[in-house]
Structure formats: C-alpha cells, structure tokens
C-alpha cells in the first residue's frame, strides 16, 4: 500500500484567500479535494471527498455570524477522524471552547493574519491531521483570560438572548426578535442559567439574576 498524498478540503467564502490557500497546499505536496465558499451539506461534502482534514473559516454565508464553527462542530460530530483547524481574523473564545469541548485533539484554531509561514502553517494541518491540537497563542491567552468570566463562556446568540431578556422581552418577544423558534429561545435561556451557575432556586429568580449578570458586565 503506497502512502496518499493528505487530502484536505477548504471552506472559506473569500475567493482570493481560497484560491490562495489551495496554491499553498499544492506547495506542500498536499491535495485539495474540495474548496467552497459555503458551509451548506459541508458533511456530505467532506465525506463524499475522503477528506482528512477540513480547514474552515468561522464566519461564512449566510449570515456571517457562526456558520464556519457550526460546520466544524457537525463534521466533529459525523466524522470524528476527520481533523478540524479552523482559522479567524478575531479571537472568539467561545468558539474556540465549543471546538475543543470534547477534549479529543484533532483540531486547531488560528488567526488569518498571524498565519505568516507556509512551513508553520502546513506543519499545523499535519499535526491536526495526526491528532494533535493546534492554537495560536492569542486565543490561548484569551482563553485564559475568559476563565475568570462567566458571561464569556456564552455564544453569541446566547448573548443576543441574554441582551433582549435584559430589555425585560418575554421568551416570545426575543423569538419574534431573533427570527427563531420559542423552543430554541428556552433552550438557550436554559444554557445561560447553567453557564452562569444560576440553579433553580424557589427565592431567586434566576431570569432576574442571569440579567444583573449582564448589566453588572
């Protein structure tokens, strides 16, 4: 059995970055077995591909919010030995926790402009590709910076609900808001309690509470 080349798949929605990027891996003798400038059926994609690595930005069409780490987290999830490296103009610590929530390596995060060395670079896909985990040291340190607050630990839609739940909006009114389902406005409320500690409690209100916490920030 004679060794393949890496087969590594791109999404970034930037036309000159991605085509940059592909001539980048040509030079590191690396094959590009997809490059796509959205996110949409990313799973079937990768997997229809044989990929071994997805390389994604975080923000991506349609709504250039979290579409990137969404896609990130689903081909975790569906395809686990597939490594994720994922890169950013911005230090977003939250999506960097959610990547590496389960603790199994094979993933990286990196900042587009401190992305300088092709050797450096090329050396981080393998070493994801191989099971090791790979951040540059700005998300490290923004990691360790977050610990200490509670209200960095939330998303950022938690934090558009957090936001509205502040304006004093019912559960209804931030659906309505949001362009999302009731159901999905509970569960996020749910997931702000938990990440705040905010356990149910028959004297405090922890809506009341999760909301001081914000104001408070």
Same mark, same amino acid.
């Given at each position: 059995?004679?060794?393949r080349?890496?087969?590594?798949v791109?999404?970034e929605?930037?036309?000159l970055?991605?085509?940059?990027?592909?001539r980048?891996?040509?030079?590191?003798?690396y094959e590009t077995?997809?490059?796509?400038g959205d996110?949409?059926d990313?799973?079937?994609?990768v997997?229809?591909?044989?990929a071994?690595v997805?390389?994604?930005?975080?923000r991506l069409?349609?709504?250039?919010?979290?579409?990137?780490?969404?896609?990130?987290?689903?081909i975790?999830?569906?395809?686990?030995?597939?490594?994720i490296l994922v890169l950013s103009?911005?230090?977003?610590?939250?999506y960097?926790?959610?990547l590496?929530?389960?603790?199994?390596?094979? #993933?990286?995060? =990196? *900042?587009?402009? /401190?992305v300088t060395s092709l050797?450096?670079? +090329?050396?981080?896909? @393998?070493?994801v590709h $191989?099971g090791?985990?790979v951040?540059?040291?700005?998300? #490290?340190?923004? =990691? *360790?910076?977050a /610990?200490?607050d509670?209200?960095?630990s939330l +998303?950022?839609?938690? @934090?558009?609900?957090? $936001?509205l739940?502040?304006?004093?909006?019912s559960?209804?009114?931030?659906?309505?808001?949001l362009?999302?389902g009731v159901?999905?406005v509970e569960?996020?409320?749910?997931?702000?309690?938990?990440?705040?500690?905010l356990e149910?409690?028959?004297t405090e209100?922890?809506?009341v509470?999760?909301?001081?916490?914000?104001?408070?920030?």
């Open positions: 059995m004679t060794d080349p890496l087969r590594v791109l999404v929605d930037s036309l970055l991605r085509e940059g990027l592909v980048l891996f040509e030079e590191a003798g077995a997809g490059a796509w996110a949409d990313v799973v079937a994609r997997q229809g591909v044989r071994d997805a390389i994604l930005d975080v069409p349609p709504t250039f919010r979290d579409e990137g780490i969404r896609a990130a987290l689903a975790r999830a569906a395809l686990p030995r597939v490594g103009q911005y230090v977003e610590g939250v960097a926790r959610e590496l929530a389960d603790g199994e390596g094979g #993933v990286g995060y =990196l *900042l587009k402009d /401190r050797d450096e670079f +090329t050396d981080a896909v @393998r070493r $191989e090791g985990t951040l540059d040291p700005l998300v #490290v340190r923004g =990691l *360790l910076a /610990r200490a509670p209200l960095a +998303t950022p839609r938690e @934090r558009d609900v957090l $936001e739940m502040a304006e004093g909006r559960n209804g009114s931030i659906a309505q808001r362009f999302i159901g999905a569960k996020n409320v749910t997931s702000i309690f938990a990440k705040l500690g149910e409690s028959a209100h922890r809506r509470l999760a909301v001081l916490a914000f104001l408070q920030r």
